[in-house]
């Protein structure tokens, strides 16, 4: 087999594998990212290289498998924007974590939000009680986004700081 193309059969295959990895993770890995998230990105990244470009460390080998993720990545996306069935497959719709006030325990719960990163997330969009917010909203990228009851209140976005896995790469 060419060599060449043997890189670029790696390196999608590589890809496919992160995209269904990181869905069965989770949709917040992503939002911000700590210490221990940056030495998994790396680590990851390591460990995958020799499953891309196998022994052939060239430049050109280097500059193929990255085409080929460049390519990969351009046509998934083209492809999600066009099907709704491979974007509901790939990523999570948003969640209400609020709704008048009332919390919705067990999705807080199924998705592992603490309670001090809600409060968190309210303090941020000015928000002091629970009643307040009129609307919680885990959205698809791992953030959390408020409106509150008051008009005079600035809306703002949160994103919430995740410490278990790595992310949702479809942004």
Not at 71 to 99: A, C, G, R, W
Not at 124 to 134: L, N
Request: charged fraction near 20%.
């Amino acid at each position: 087999m060419n060599p060449y193309l043997d890189i670029t059969i790696r390196s999608v295959s590589v890809y496919f594998f992160m995209i269904i990895a990181l869905r069965i993770f989770g949709k917040k890995q992503l939002s911000q990212l700590n210490t221990a998230d940056v030495i998994l990105i790396l680590l990851i990244s390591n460990s995958v290289q020799n499953a891309m470009v196998g022994s052939n460390t060239s430049l050109y080998g280097g500059i193929v498998a990255a085409l080929a993720l460049f390519i990969i990545n351009y046509v998934f996306k083209k492809v999600m924007s066009k099907s709704q069935f491979i974007k509901k497959l790939v990523q999570d719709t948003p969640e209400i974590l609020i709704h008048n006030g009332k919390i919705e325990f067990k999705t807080i719960g199924r998705l592992g939000i603490t309670d001090d990163e809600l409060k968190e997330a309210m303090r941020e969009h000015g928000v002091e009680f629970y009643k307040d917010v009129k609307l919680a909203m885990f959205e698809v990228d791992g953030s959390i986004s408020i409106i509150s009851g008051d008009k005079d209140l600035k809306q703002t976005h949160h994103k919430r700081k995740i410490h278990k896995t790595l992310g949702n790469l479809n942004n």
